[in-house]
C-alpha cells in the first residue's frame, strides 16, 4: 500500500482519490496533479520571505579529477542571495573573506592585500569557489531548498514515490528540476536538468536535526560522476535578523581594488 505524504486534515479527503491513482502500484508513482506546485511547497518555497539567517562553520570537502581539497570556513547564508564567507587556516586568521549580495560581491585576500568587486555572476564567483552556480542557486541549495527556475511559466507534475512527495519542475525551453521530498516537508533531494534534458548535477540532503528545516549535510554531484562537493555544517545556528549589513565587505585601507567587470 502506498504510504502517503500529505499529513494534517486534508489527509482523510485525499485518501480515496490517492488510492484510485495507486491501482498500478506505488512503483512508478502516482500522479497527484499537473500544472499548479503541491501545498507542500510552501515550505521550502524560494519566494517565501526569507528573514532566517543560517550561521555555521562548516567543512567542505571538494572531489574533483584532480584530487580531494578539503576547507574549512565561517558560512552565513540568507535566502534568497545573500552569502558571507571566511575561510578559516590550520594556523592563523582568515585570509580569505568573502560577501555577496543580489547586487555585488567583494572579496578580500588580506596575504596579498587584494580586495576583489564586482557583480555576483557565476563567472565571478566561480573564479574563487568551486563551483559554477548563481549566487542565488548556491544560496538556495545549502539552505536545505531548491533553486527557482527562470522565466515565470513553470510546470508542474507532483507523483508519490514511495515514501517521498515527487515535484518536476519544467519550463518551456530553459532548464527544469526534480525535487522529492520527505513526509515532514524537508528536502531530500534534487537533481537539475539542462534544456536538453541531462542532468547537469544533484543535491542531496541528510542529518536534519530535530525540528530543524535545515540540513547539517548538503551533498552536490555533478553529472560527471567525479566532481563533487560536500558541505556539513557544525554549531548550526538560525536567527531572524533583517540586518543586511553582514554580506557587505568595505575596502580595507592600503589594498590594491581590483574590479571583476
Same mark, same amino acid.
Given at each position: 500500500?502506498?504510504?502517503?505524504?500529505?499529513?494534517?486534515?486534508?489527509?482523510?479527503?485525499?485518501?480515496? %482519490?490517492?488510492?484510485?491513482?495507486?491501482?498500478?502500484?506505488? %512503483?512508478?508513482?502516482?500522479?497527484?496533479?499537473?500544472?499548479?506546485?503541491?501545498?507542500?511547497?510552501?515550505?521550502?518555497?524560494? =519566494?517565501?520571505?526569507?528573514?532566517?539567517?543560517? =550561521?555555521?562553520?562548516?567543512?567542505?570537502?571538494?572531489?574533483?579529477?584532480?584530487?580531494?581539497?578539503?576547507?574549512?570556513?565561517?558560512?552565513?547564508?540568507?535566502?534568497?542571495?545573500? $552569502? @558571507? $564567507?571566511?575561510?578559516?587556516?590550520?594556523?592563523?586568521?582568515?585570509?580569505?573573506?568573502?560577501?555577496?549580495?543580489?547586487?555585488?560581491?567583494?572579496?578580500?585576500?588580506?596575504?596579498?592585500?587584494?580586495?576583489?568587486?564586482?557583480?555576483?555572476?557565476?563567472?565571478?564567483?566561480?573564479?574563487?569557489?568551486?563551483?559554477?552556480?548563481?549566487?542565488?542557486?548556491?544560496?538556495?541549495?545549502?539552505?536545505?531548498?531548491?533553486?527557482? $527556475?527562470?522565466?515565470?511559466?513553470?510546470?508542474?507534475?507532483?507523483?508519490?514515490?514511495?515514501?517521498?512527495? @515527487?515535484?518536476?519542475?519544467?519550463?518551456?525551453?530553459?532548464?527544469?528540476?526534480?525535487?522529492?521530498?520527505?513526509?515532514?516537508?524537508?528536502?531530500?533531494?534534487?537533481?537539475?536538468?539542462?534544456?536538453?534534458?541531462?542532468?547537469?548535477? @544533484?543535491?542531496?540532503?541528510?542529518?536534519?536535526?530535530?525540528?530543524?528545516?535545515?540540513?547539517?549535510?548538503? +551533498?552536490?554531484?555533478?553529472?560527471?560522476?567525479? =566532481?563533487?562537493?560536500?558541505? @556539513?555544517?557544525?554549531?548550526?545556528?538560525?536567527?531572524?535578523?533583517?540586518?543586511?549589513?553582514?554580506?557587505?565587505?568595505?575596502?580595507?585601507?592600503?589594498?590594491? +581594488?581590483?574590479?571583476?567587470?
Amino acid at each position: 500500500m502506498c504510504e502517503l505524504y500529505f499529513p494534517g486534515k486534508r489527509l482523510m479527503i485525499l485518501f480515496a %482519490a490517492a488510492m484510485l491513482l495507486c491501482v498500478g502500484g506505488c %512503483a512508478g508513482g502516482a500522479a497527484l496533479g499537473p500544472g499548479m506546485p503541491p501545498k507542500a511547497l510552501e515550505m521550502v518555497s524560494p =519566494t517565501r520571505p526569507a528573514t532566517d539567517r543560517v =550561521t555555521a562553520i562548516a567543512q567542505i570537502d571538494l572531489v574533483t579529477a584532480e584530487g580531494h581539497y578539503p576547507i574549512r570556513a565561517v558560512m552565513i547564508l540568507q535566502r534568497p542571495s545573500y $552569502l @558571507r $564567507l571566511e575561510m578559516l587556516p590550520v594556523i592563523g586568521t582568515p585570509d580569505f573573506f568573502l560577501a555577496a549580495s543580489p547586487d555585488e560581491m567583494n572579496i578580500f585576500i588580506p596575504s596579498q592585500s587584494e580586495f576583489y568587486s564586482g557583480k555576483p555572476t557565476a563567472e565571478n564567483l566561480a573564479r574563487f569557489l568551486p563551483w559554477s552556480f548563481t549566487l542565488q542557486e548556491i544560496v538556495m541549495i545549502l539552505s536545505s531548498t531548491y533553486p527557482p $527556475l527562470d522565466g515565470t511559466k513553470v510546470s508542474y507534475e507532483s507523483y508519490l514515490d514511495d515514501a517521498l512527495l @515527487r515535484v518536476d519542475m519544467r519550463t518551456p525551453a530553459g532548464p527544469s528540476q526534480t525535487i522529492w521530498m520527505a513526509k515532514n516537508e524537508k528536502m531530500v533531494k534534487l537533481i537539475r536538468y539542462d534544456p536538453l534534458g541531462r542532468e547537469t548535477y @544533484r543535491a542531496l540532503f541528510d542529518d536534519y536535526a530535530s525540528g530543524s528545516a535545515f540540513a547539517e549535510k548538503i +551533498t552536490i554531484q555533478w553529472a560527471d560522476n567525479i =566532481t563533487s562537493i560536500s558541505v @556539513r555544517y557544525s554549531d548550526l545556528k538560525v536567527e531572524k535578523n533583517g540586518d543586511l549589513s553582514i554580506f557587505k565587505l568595505p575596502v580595507p585601507p592600503g589594498s590594491k +581594488t581590483i574590479y571583476l567587470d
